[in-house]
Every structure is written in structure tokens, then in C-alpha cells.
């Protein structure tokens, strides 16, 4: 008769794969909007305001460039910085919504000054391998989108947060940068900073003043600066947010990061460009070889569409999105305890509630009993805790229906 190995027999010889894994792997963090996100997936009556995307699919002009260009056996390797045709369209559209590349500049953005990606994941770890690695530091104004976090972590480097102040003492509250506080975490160890703005999850935006102070930072300390500003064009006061294009010169370290996603509603089909200086081209397509090998071709076609022929579906996004903002906050500020700025940039909601510390509970307790997903401050880093983040980029019916479920549960009990 076969004797059988003891549990505690067969355990020890199965091997512990986690403790053999890299410290870097290991150290990327679980998303904490993913967390709400599987325990809310597929509920009936849902309305899921917690992650970065709307309910839109892309505009009809990047459906029918994707199909021609498969239809016509574009499925081959392609060009590792990107089709010419994708990257002379970046330029002309960074031209027309930017004007050039440097302080003064009246343009143009030349081509080689891009490089396309999957997506601004890609782009963003791209920029990262760049200018960090293990030992180094980054410094990141929180709270903020937590890949940032985990893309360093992955690289080995170490984030380092300073804080974004909620600053209530004026006639409204604001988000605001405090310089010192970032200047004063720089060590011989960092490297970079990454800055977000139009940001997410809080709506900051910078100033010129404010990029002009970080780039006098960075300039002192020779730091890197990584640009995220993919919700540039997503500004509520009229035409798009300052931009370190408006106060850098040719000699600044600034990378940039941007996507498709968000203007024109393509998430999943992952496209985004990295903007470096022309020098870095061979550097950057070697990692461009060596992590994607470029990105399909149907997909690059696709962009052409979304910057030449995209501007009406921007445009129905930002006004809907306008709206929506304005429809949230009034339903948010009649509870009297709800607590934010009404954001001028992205399309998120930023929002702590009175007697509230821990907004992951909280998050649960809305999917469960208000029917809304939002995502927890929790996921966002130091400084994100007390708060809420709402993604209002929804249909309006939708997102008046959302407002009106949060405002009578937050309604204070008697």
C-alpha cells in the first residue's frame, strides 16, 4: 500500500516562488481602485465613478482607421519610434494647441521630438528607465495617481511624496503646491521629480509660477523633471492648462508623457507618445525595442485619425464633462459635509466628508448601500486618505443619478 506524504511533508517541498522574486517586484503595490473595482464588477445598478475613464467609446474616425489599416495587412513589425505619418500628426497638433517646444517659441514641434507607446504606462515607465533606477530617488508631489508609485517601485528607485496642501482658508478650498516643502526633500540620492498637472486624483493645477519655481529646482539640483500633463487640454477656463512648454528652454530636463485615452476615449486600445529631446532617439528606441517593439500599426493609424479628424468628440467630451462636474459638486455641497474644490482641470472629483477617516471603508460602504463606485483617497497616498475620488466623465443621466444616491446617503442622520 502507498503510504502518503503528511501535509506538512508535501508542503515543504513545494517550492516558496515569492521568496525567490526580485525586491522590486515585490514591492509594486496592489492598486487600491482595482480592490473596489473587483468587489463591485458586474453588480446589477451600479454606477462606477472610481476609475480614470468615461463611458464613451472612441470617436468613429479611429474605428475605421483601425479596420482599413488591418483590412489592408498592416500586422507586420513597424517602426520602433512610430509611423512618420503618426508622428509628424503629433507634432502638428502640439504645434496648434501649444505653439512650440520652449519659452518664446513659435513653433513648430518637430517629429523627432516623439516617440509612440502603449499607452501612457509605457511612456511613463519609458521616462523612467531613463532618468532613475534602484537606489535613486523621485520625488512626488501626493497625493497622486499611485502608478507613479508602483512604475518606480518596479525600477527599483524610491518614491519620495511631498505634499499637495488642501488649503480651506480662502472663500474656497483649493489644492496648492508648496515649493519648499519640495525642495527641501531633495537628497544626493534623488533624481527626478514627476509632476501631474492638470493632476489626478486632485484637480491641481499648476501655476506658471509654480513651474517656473519647479524648474528652478530642478535646475539647481540638475533633476529630471517627468511631465504628466494628459489632462492639459481637460481645463475648464478656457483653452488648455500652463504647461512647462511655456517657461522651459532647450536646455531643461523634461520628459513628457501623454496618451490618447483620455481625449478620445481609446483606454483599451493602449496609445500614448513619450516627448523627449531629439538627442535621446536612439536611447529610446532601443528601450522602445527591447519593452514593446513598437506599437501595431493599426493602432498608430488609429491616433492619425484621433489628432486630425478627433476635435468635435473632444470637444462634446470636455462640455459634457463640464457639466457633469457642476451637476456633482451642487448635489456634493448641499449635504454640508462634503469638502473639495470644484476642479478646473481632469475630470475628477476630489472629496473628503465630514466625520469620515477611512474612505477605503467608506468606498465599500457606498458600492454596497448607495450603489456607486468611487474610488479611496487610500489608493492615492499621503494626504489621499480623508478622501473620495469621483470620475464624472459619465453619460448625465448617469451622473445626476449618482450625485442624487450620494447626496441622500451623506445627508447627516438625525
Known sequence: MTTLPSDAAAAARIPNHLAALRPEALAVPESGIVELFNHGRGRQGLIPLWVGEGDLGPPACVVEAARKSLADGETFYTHQRGIPELRAAIAQYMTLHYGGPFAGSAGPFEPERFFATIGGMHALQLAVRLTC???????????????????????????VTTPLVFDESGASPRWRLDPDALAAAITPATRAMIINSPANPTGWIASHDDLRALLDIARRNGLWIIADEIYGRFFYEGGRAPSFHDVMDESDLVLFVQTFSKNWAMTGLRMGWLEAPPALGQVIENLIQVSSTGVATPIQRA??????????????????????????????????????????????????????ADTRALAYRLLDEAGVGVAPGTAFGPGGERFMRLCFARDSGELAEAGARLARWLKPRA
Open 133 to 159: 533606477g534602484v537606489g535613486d530617488d523621485v520625488i512626488i508631489p501626493s497625493p497622486a495617481w499611485p502608478n507613479f508609485d508602483g512604475v518606480l517601485r518596479a525600477a527599483g528607485a524610491r518614491p
Open 303 to 356: 491616433g492619425v485619425a484621433a489628432l486630425t479628424e478627433g476635435e468635435t468628440f473632444f470637444a462634446l467630451q470636455t462640455q459634457r464633462a463640464r457639466a457633469n462636474r457642476d451637476v456633482l459638486a451642487a448635489a456634493l455641497a448641499a449635504t454640508g459635509r462634503a469638502h473639495f474644490e470644484v476642479p478646473r482641470g481632469a475630470f475628477y472629483l476630489f472629496c473628503a466628508v465630514d466625520g469620515v
